[in-house]
Structures are given as structure tokens and as C-alpha cells.
């Protein structure tokens, strides 16, 4: 079994098999005859047929292909069953002819079983109890007895490289406690993970439920915070299924996971029914919400497909990974700023997009605080722009994407994010065009978002950097908050500001705490959790929706309907052709000027 040559391997479990089968025969033939010399005379050609039917048995049920370090249940159901067959045929024999009693058979079924088990199991026995004296082995806690927990159990088994022991399970499943599974115990239940880490020197914990939800995740990480162990989680369940559960595709803990929120759903067909076959511009389309707009409208055979963005890489990335996605997809990438006013009408006059996501904007609030009159030039001008071309080409739609810092500003960006709400309000009241805001708050994995910094910080030792202990955030992924802009589109109907449900609040000093203890640390210990202070315009919370704006039903609950406000409209566009000016001349009171037009807006006196 040591040798790498697979037919040579083969010929000598062959080999030990017939051994076996030979001293069965001669030793049931010694006891039942009580002589040796019988054997020669009566159970040569049982011996024979024995060897024949075990061979070729062994053989149609795989048991040749197993190395005997990985035997499983598996291999010993199917064993039992040649065992089994073979002393039924003995038996049926013995009835049928007197040169062998049915002693005989009950004896040989007795003592070829034990053959046959004993060098397949003392092998794997011997490999454990060697694999488990290596002290210096990585200790693992595998959550989850079920079939994905117990082929990461024998993959730790079975490899000679990874450097870890699967020390035993922990499942919620009564039955299964005190059970082996692939020699593996399963010691206790999930709430017991503590006591199983303390008690068994546990280094790791793996979690191998890919079919549990997200909340039952959330609940089994919370009791792995108790420990001090790092965790990692098993991929999803069709990885499982298809066979490519692998110790290398086990990933660290994600904030999706402490979230404990399911996978969103949307209305595919309501999508659908709006983009196919139309011509769809995305503005800022090599960005993080702009390149996933990109993604998830090609699914939906779009007519055109047109990138526009200012930054050429983004855009050429998002280009080339649609082209290889969506070969036979009508692919326009173009390169400009929103800013230009005679870039968008003559790309509204080529290209005569009828639905357009306007996802361009500055969106990073301490920037755009130190330069607010880059956020009016890009946000308020640039939004302005591409809605008065959307108007006056036809388009059939316009959805503007916009984020909950727009409610109750506190910061410039906010407060332009504000004040494009309040152009597409207005532009909704005159235009054929449908007009329509959508408004959500973080989104996980895009540029600047908190999560890959504190990877970051952590793999580097910390400090992990908060600016507030109380300050919190709502949290979407990327996917998740883009299918919602995409299904609040098909809900439109002019001027309205749909609001994504962004579900519970996250504490950002809580989630670092977790991120930092399923890392495998002890927060302020091993790495400290510095508070910085609050940036220039940031808030302690988010808001999603102004009080007196009001809420309105959608067929999916998660996208609701903020009414309209009302505001002057004479006053908004002269503003913004006062801002234009101001902005342009670089201006040093751009900042009262937006808190004169947005009057929720409060601006940031601390850090001025």
C-alpha cells in the first residue's frame, strides 16, 4: 500500500486478498476436520472458487480503488456484502454436496470476515493513531457532521501536506453525538463549542453546513466568538454537491456572514420585462455599482449595452469581462465625463439610449468635503446634464442611483446627492421621460468600503481603525443593492425616490470586534481597535428616509416609495445655474450656497 505504482498497488491488495481467503479455508478446514490433510483432498477447489468469487466481488464493487488509508462506511457496507454473499453461496454448497459440512461454512463466513476487515482497517487505524501523535498539528473543530463536515475530515486524513488533525465534529443532531464518522467523534453540540475548545486544545474551527441559512450562521458564529479559535466557512452547497468541497476553497469569515440577512430576491421577469430589447446607458459604468449594473443588465438581452465612465481602466475591465460573459451582446464602451455637456448630447444623439442608470458621481465623503466644488461640478452638474439629454432625446427612463446620506446631510457629498434627487423630481413633473431615485446606504465590496480595509489592517497586525465606537452603518452587497435599483425600475412611474430596505443597523466597532476574534485574535490584545474620531461631514448614523417624506408600498416589501417633497422649482434651477458659476470659479462658500438650496443640509463646523 506504500508503493505509487498504481498496478503494482493493485496486485498486491490482489495478492493479500487471495492470502486471505487461503487461510480462511484452511483454517475452518483444520477446525470443523480436525486434520490437515483433508484440505487436500476435499477444499482445493473450494479454495478456488473462493478466491475466484472474492476477486472478481472485491472488483464490480470498487473495493480494488480505495487505498486502505481512506477506507470509509462506505467500503465496509460493501465488504460485508461480498463477506455475506460469499458465505450464502458457501452455505447453499455445503447443502448441496456432502464433501463439506455446513460447519464448515458458518466457520469460514466467521474467519474470512475478520480476514477481510484486518488489513484494511488496522491499516487506517495505524495512519490515525501516527497522524494524531504529531502534536504540532493544527487542531480543527469541524461544525457540522453531515456529509460536506466528513469529506473535510478525510481530506485532512489524506493529505500528507496540510499540516491539521480533525480532532471531532460538533452537530446539533442528538443521534449523531458520541457517533465516529470516518473516525472522527462527534463530541458535542454547537453551544458546547467553548467547552470542546478548551477541553480538546482546539486551534481552529471549521464551519461545514453550506446548507444552513444565513441567520443559522450568524448564530453559530456568534458561539465561535466565545473561543479564541480562527474560523473559516465551507463554500455553498453546490460545491458540495458537485464534488469540489476542498480545503483550499474554505474562506474566511465575511461581514455577509455576521450580517446573518438571506440572499435578496427580485421579480426576474419585472426586469426583464422593461430592459429587453431596449438600448441602456450606464453612467459611471466602470465602477463598483455601475459595473454590476453593467453584469446584471446583460443578462437580460439588452438591444445596446453603453459604458460610459471617465476612468478608462474600469471600463475597459467591465468591457472585456462582458465580451467574453455575453459574446453576442451589442457592447459600446466610451470614455468622458459627465461634466461635458456636449459629450452627453452627442452621445444621447448617436446612441439614443431609451433607459438610462446614472450611477457617475463623487461619492467619498472626507474628499469631497476638502473639495466640494469637484461634488457640485460632478454630481449636481453631471447629474443635470445627462437628465436634461434623457429629456430631450426621448429617453424612456432615467433611474438616478443615490444614497441615504442625501437625508439630513451632514456632509457636501450628501447634500449634492440631495440636491440630484430634487432635479429628477422636477424634471418628473414636465418630461415624458420617467425620472425616478433610488436611494441605499453602504454597499459591501465597493471602492472605499470599510470591510477590505480591516482585512487589510488585520493581516498587518493592526491597528484596526473605527472613527467612532457608537458610529453604525446599514450594509447590502453589491448584487443585492444593484438587482433592487434594477426591480425599483421597473416600478416607476415619475418622480418618485424608491428607498432599499438595507436591514438592521451594524455597529462598525462591533463588526470589527468579530472580524478581529474570528481571525484567530483577541481584540485590544493581539490587535488594537484604535478610535480615530469621527471624519470631515460623517455621521454618527444613516438615515434612510426624511420624516416627513412619508412610506409607500412596492410589490417587493424590500423597495419602498419616499412622496415627493415639495420645493420651489424656479429657485432649484436658479441655484444650480448659480452653483454652476460659483463651482467653476472655485469659490470658498460653495458649501452655504448648497446649504441655501438643500435646507436640511447642516454643515460640518468641526472640521472646517
Known amino acids: 500500500m506504500f508503493l505509487s505504482n498504481r498496478p503494482l498497488k493493485l496486485s498486491l491488495t490482489i495478492l493479500v486478498d487471495l492470502l486471505c481467503?487461503?487461510?480462511?479455508?484452511?483454517?475452518?478446514?483444520?477446525?470443523?476436520?480436525?486434520?490437515?490433510?483433508?484440505?487436500?483432498?476435499?477444499?482445493?477447489?473450494?479454495?478456488?472458487?473462493?478466491?475466484?468469487?472474492?476477486?472478481?466481488?472485491?472488483?464490480?464493487?470498487?473495493?480494488?480503488?480505495?487505498?486502505?488509508?481512506?477506507?470509509?462506511?462506505?467500503?465496509?457496507?460493501?465488504?460485508?456484502?461480498?463477506?455475506?454473499?460469499?458465505?450464502?453461496?458457501?452455505?447453499?454448497?455445503?447443502?448441496?454436496?456432502?464433501?463439506?459440512?455446513?460447519?464448515?461454512?458458518?466457520?469460514?463466513?466467521?474467519?474470512?470476515?475478520?480476514?477481510?476487515?484486518?488489513?484494511?482497517?488496522?491499516?487506517?487505524?495505524?495512519?490515525?493513531?501516527?497522524?494524531?501523535?504529531?502534536?504540532?498539528?493544527?487542531?480543527?473543530?469541524?461544525?457540522?457532521?453531515?456529509?460536506?463536515?466528513?469529506?473535510?475530515?478525510?481530506?485532512?486524513?489524506?493529505?500528507?501536506?496540510?499540516?491539521?488533525?480533525?480532532?471531532?465534529?460538533?452537530?446539533?443532531?442528538?443521534?449523531?453525538?458520541?457517533?465516529?464518522?470516518?473516525?472522527?467523534?462527534?463530541?458535542?453540540?454547537?453551544?458546547?463549542?467553548?467547552?470542546?475548545?478548551?477541553?480538546?486544545?482546539?486551534?481552529?474551527?471549521?464551519?461545514?453546513?453550506?446548507?444552513?441559512?444565513?441567520?443559522?450562521?450568524?448564530?453559530?458564529?456568534?458561539?465561535?466568538?466565545?473561543?479564541?479559535?480562527?474560523?473559516?466557512?465551507?463554500?455553498?452547497?453546490?460545491?458540495?454537491?458537485?464534488?469540489?468541497?476542498?480545503?483550499?476553497?474554505?474562506?474566511?469569515?465575511?461581514?455577509?456572514?455576521?450580517?446573518?440577512?438571506?440572499?435578496?430576491?427580485?421579480?426576474?421577469?419585472?426586469?426583464?420585462?422593461?430592459?429587453?430589447?431596449?438600448?441602456?446607458?450606464?453612467?459611471?459604468?466602470?465602477?463598483?455599482?455601475?459595473?454590476?449594473?453593467?453584469?446584471?443588465?446583460?443578462?437580460?438581452?439588452?438591444?445596446?449595452?453603453?459604458?460610459?465612465?471617465?476612468?478608462?481602466?474600469?471600463?475597459?475591465?467591465?468591457?472585456?469581462?462582458?465580451?467574453?460573459?455575453?459574446?453576442?451582446?451589442?457592447?459600446?464602451?466610451?470614455?468622458?465625463?459627465?461634466?461635458?455637456?456636449?459629450?452627453?448630447?452627442?452621445?444621447?444623439?448617436?446612441?439614443?439610449?431609451?433607459?438610462?442608470?446614472?450611477?457617475?458621481?463623487?461619492?467619498?465623503?472626507?474628499?469631497?468635503?476638502?473639495?466640494?466644488?469637484?461634488?457640485?461640478?460632478?454630481?449636481v452638474m453631471g447629474t443635470y446634464n445627462v437628465a436634461t439629454s434623457a429629456d430631450k432625446y426621448g429617453a424612456k427612463r432615467f433611474v438616478l442611483i443615490s444614497t441615504d446620506k442625501a437625508v439630513n446631510p451632514t456632509n457636501v457629498m450628501g447634500a449634492t446627492k440631495r440636491i440630484c434627487e430634487m432635479i429628477v423630481q422636477s424634471m418628473a413633473r414636465h418630461s415624458k421621460t420617467e425620472f425616478v431615485a433610488v436611494r441605499f446606504g453602504n454597499v459591501l465590496g465597493s471602492n472605499g468600503s470599510v470591510i477590505p480595509l480591516f482585512r487589510k489592517q488585520i493581516s498587518e497586525g493592526g491597528p484596526v481603525t473605527v472613527t467612532d465606537e457608537n458610529i453604525i452603518r446599514y450594509f447590502m452587497t453589491i448584487p443585492e443593492a444593484v438587482s433592487l435599483v434594477l426591480q425599483a425600475g421597473a416600478y416607476a412611474k415619475g418622480g418618485e425616490i424608491f428607498v432599499l430596505d438595507m436591514g438592521e443597523p451594524v455597529r462598525i466597532y462591533d463588526l470589527a470586534y468579530n472580524l478581529i476574534k474570528l481571525s484567530g485574535y483577541k481584540p485590544n490584545e493581539d490587535i488594537e481597535i484604535k478610535i480615530t474620531g469621527l471624519r470631515p461631514g460623517e455621521k454618527l448614523y444613516e438615515e434612510r428616509l426624511m420624516a416627513e417624506e412619508g412610506m409607500q408600498s412596492t410589490p417587493n416589501q424590500l423597495i419602498s416609495i419616499g412622496k415627493p417633497l415639495d420645493f420651489d422649482e424656479d429657485n432649484l434651477h436658479r441655484m444650480i445655474d448659480r452653483l454652476y458659476v460659483e463651482a467653476y470659479n472655485e469659490t470658498d462658500s460653495i458649501k452655504k450656497l448648497v446649504s441655501e438650496l438643500v435646507t436640511t443640509y447642516k454643515i460640518d463646523t468641526i472640521h472646517q
Open 21 to 379: 481467503v487461503f487461510v480462511a479455508v484452511f483454517l475452518s478446514a483444520i477446525v470443523t476436520s480436525g486434520t490437515f490433510e483433508v484440505f487436500y483432498l476435499n477444499y482445493l477447489i473450494i479454495y478456488i472458487a473462493n478466491a475466484v468469487l472474492t476477486v472478481v466481488a472485491f472488483g464490480v464493487l470498487g473495493l480494488y480503488t480505495c487505498a486502505f488509508r481512506y477506507i470509509g462506511i462506505k467500503e465496509a457496507v460493501k465488504t460485508a456484502i461480498v463477506c455475506a454473499s460469499i458465505w450464502l453461496l458457501n452455505f447453499l454448497a455445503s447443502c448441496i454436496t456432502v464433501n463439506v459440512g455446513m460447519s464448515w461454512s458458518f466457520v469460514y463466513g466467521l474467519v474470512y470476515t475478520i480476514l477481510a476487515y484486518l488489513p484494511r482497517y488496522s491499516y487506517r487505524v495505524f495512519y490515525q493513531i501516527k497522524h494524531r501523535l504529531h502534536q504540532s498539528s493544527e487542531r480543527v473543530l469541524i461544525v457540522g457532521a453531515g456529509e460536506a463536515g466528513l469529506a473535510i475530515a478525510l481530506e485532512m486524513m489524506q493529505s500528507t501536506k496540510l499540516n491539521m488533525i480533525p480532532v471531532g465534529f460538533a452537530d446539533d443532531d442528538m443521534v449523531k453525538i458520541g457517533t465516529t464518522f470516518g473516525g472522527v467523534k462527534v463530541l458535542g453540540n454547537i453551544e458546547s463549542i467553548p467547552e470542546l475548545v478548551s477541553k480538546h486544545r482546539i486551534g481552529q474551527i471549521f464551519v461545514a453546513i453550506p446548507s444552513a441559512s444565513r441567520k443559522r450562521i450568524k448564530e453559530i458564529l456568534s458561539v465561535c466568538q466565545l473561543t479564541s479559535c480562527k474560523v473559516r466557512i465551507l463554500p455553498s452547497l453546490y460545491q458540495v454537491i458537485s464534488g469540489e468541497v476542498l480545503l483550499s476553497k474554505m474562506r474566511e469569515v465575511d461581514v455577509q456572514d455576521l450580517l446573518g440577512r438571506e440572499q435578496i430576491s427580485v421579480n426576474l421577469d419585472e426586469i426583464a420585462g422593461y430592459v429587453l430589447g431596449k438600448v441602456v446607458l450606464v453612467t459611471g459604468g466602470g465602477g463598483s455599482i455601475g459595473s454590476e449594473l453593467c453584469r446584471q443588465i446583460a443578462k437580460y438581452q439588452p438591444k445596446r449595452l453603453i459604458i460610459f465612465d471617465i476612468y478608462e481602466n474600469n471600463a475597459y475591465d467591465i468591457q472585456q469581462e462582458l465580451v467574453r460573459h455575453y459574446p453576442d451582446l451589442d457592447l459600446v464602451a466610451l470614455i468622458g465625463s459627465v461634466r461635458d455637456k456636449g459629450k452627453i448630447e452627442w452621445l444621447f444623439d448617436t446612441y439614443k439610449p431609451e433607459i438610462v442608470f446614472h450611477a457617475a458621481a463623487h461619492k467619498h465623503v472626507p474628499l469631497m468635503e476638502t473639495s466640494p466644488n469637484e461634488a457640485v461640478k460632478n454630481n
